[in-house]
């Protein structure tokens, strides 16, 4: 009889032994048998988000005027001071820039310091900060500047005597080397990629196109302009860009 007696005392000996395992682990910092170790987590701030610049395609308001300092891009690749046309058609020696206006037959490769395009006496004068490409687009963009408005104008063409909407944007993107033939503005929605880029947006249907670069509109219809001069020319932001497809060269 005694030995189911000395059973019972064992069997709750190895109970007790058994409950206490992980309790002792617990209160020693070990691991209980059959447990398992977790490496303590190291949580890493999540990086900030770098936004990217992104030019503005609308604006309430329809003041282009501009104070700050205008340089000029010579052939020689260096950059001056501008001067614009004087009277009497002669250059400002003092400045050593070049006398040249919208009429002259080449237009000034214009800058300015920062991220917006600016508008001077008619021109564009491309941001210091933008890509080549952007800057090539609004030097070209300045040669029709004045230019009458042709239908179909710039389609047979590059070179032509006056240009039509999608004419006008077709030779700004022929001029950074986006574009080899001029497209008519159907075409122009489904040109590069979907949506408003970084620096340039270009806005199109079946029936007119225009674009936006660094910040300024280069556009035949004078629709949120209040000059109402019609043909190729950098113009205010409109207030909305409703009823258009928008494309983007893509990387700009």
């Known amino acids: 009889m005694r030995v189911p007696a000395l059973r019972s005392v064992f069997f709750s000996l190895a109970v007790v032994a058994t409950s206490a395992t992980p309790a002792l682990a617990a209160g020693t910092g ?11 987590t190291t949580r890493r701030r999540a990086k900030p988000i770098t936004l990217l610049h992104a030019a503005p395609v609308t604006s309430h308001s329809t003041n282009l005027a501009y104070s700050g300092p205008v340089l000029q891009k010579a052939a020689t690749g ?9 009277a009497t058609g002669q250059a400002n020696g003092a ?19 920062g991220s917006r395009a ?14 080549a490409p952007v800057q090539q687009m609004i030097w070209a963009g300045n040669q029709i500047i004045g230019l009458p408005y042709v239908y179909g104008g710039g389609h047979a063409s590059f070179t032509a005597a006056g240009y039509d909407c999608s004419g006008t944007v077709s030779f700004a993107l022929h001029g950074a080397a986006l574009l080899t033939t001029p497209e008519d503005s159907s075409e122009l929605m489904a040109w590069g990629s979907r949506g408003i880029g970084r620096w340039v947006a270009i806005f199109s ?16 219809s004078a629709a949120d302009d209040p000059t109402n001069q019609q043909g190729p020319r950098w113009r205010p932001l409109r207030q909305d860009n409703d009823g258009y497809s928008v494309r983007h060269p893509l990387g700009l």
């Open 30 to 40: 070990g691991v209980a048998a059959g447990g398992s170790t977790k490496e303590p």
């Open 78 to 86: 260096e950059v001056v001071p501008y001067q614009p046309a004087t």
């Open 95 to 113: 400045t050593g820039g070049s006398p040249v206006g919208v009429a002259a037959d080449v237009k000034p490769n214009l800058l300015v310091p």
């Open 118 to 131: 600016r508008y001077i006496n008619g021109l564009a004068a491309a941001p210091m900060s933008a890509p």
């Open 205 to 220: 249907n079946p029936g007119h196109a225009y674009m936006t670069v660094a910040g300024l509109r280069l556009d035949t």
